[in-house]
């Protein structure tokens, strides 16, 4: 299992040895998928440096499992279980009711950033969403993209359409009365719990849980055609 450190200063460790960014690629493209990697962040509590997010996006574009440590010899793990998880989703469905679009983040925390009220959108706007996802029947809308951009030093919108084309149109949903929740597909049917709708990012299909079927219906937001559209 590989042990990722971050230290303060910026400099990254891997089981216990300095590495630089692009050897730390290479080192993770020879994990075998499945494989979890053991991370821990020297001062969690403070600002993290621009290697943080680089090195949660190489272990997160790679599609492996992370196990969270507070401790730099890692001998404990923080990663949520089935139970802390359900709980988790379960607060942030009751945040997403509240008009607020609610994504979970790969480190483990929630980001909330409250919907546009419906009356200060643009007439053109709200008719557009209205046409995809109609007011009158209130829906609960799980979205799996990507989420590694909520650990930039300072996230904010414009990240987040960078990192998900269609954010514009996740908090359109959101401000018609839309509950909207963001998660990266990692913590499996979890985040689907309790949806009407699944939308799953076209860059991030192969992260659509086992289980996730059971929502009402699942669509793929196609990068190319800036569609929605069934699996």
Same mark, same amino acid.
Request: charged share 25%.
């Given at each position: ?12 460790? #891997? ?98 950033? %409250?919907? $546009? ?37 300072? %996230? ?12 514009? $149109? ?26 009407? #709708? ?34």
């Amino acid at each position: 299992m590989p042990r990722i450190s971050v230290m303060r200063d910026g400099s990254v460790l #891997l089981d216990g040895k300095s590495i630089g960014l692009a050897e730390l690629a290479g080192a993770l493209n020879a994990v075998p998928e499945g494989t979890a990697v053991s991370y821990y962040r020297e001062n969690a509590g403070g600002g993290a440096p621009p290697a943080a997010l680089e090195v949660m996006k190489l272990i997160v574009d790679r599609r492996l499992p992370v196990r969270l440590s507070t401790k730099p010899d890692f001998s404990d793990t923080v990663g949520p279980d089935a139970e802390a998880l359900e709980q988790a989703f379960s607060a942030i469905r009751r945040r997403a009711a509240q008009r607020h679009l609610v994504i979970l983040c790969p480190n483990g925390r929630v980001m909330s950033m %409250p919907a $546009m009220a419906r009356e200060a959108a643009p007439a053109d706007a709200v008719a557009a969403v209205e046409r995809m996802l109609p007011s009158t029947k209130p829906r609960r809308v799980a979205v799996i993209a990507d989420t590694s951009w909520t650990l930039e030093a300072q %996230p904010n919108l414009q990240a987040a359409g960078r990192a998900i084309p269609f954010f514009g $149109m996740l908090m359109g949903f959101a401000s018609i009365g839309h509950s909207v929740w963001v998660y990266d597909g990692s913590a499996g049917a979890a985040g689907c719990q309790e949806a009407d #709708l699944v939308i799953v990012d076209s860059a991030r299909v192969d992260r659509l849980p086992p289980g996730c079927e059971a929502a009402t219906s699942v669509r793929i937001y196609d990068r190319e055609t800036r569609e929605l559209r069934k699996v």
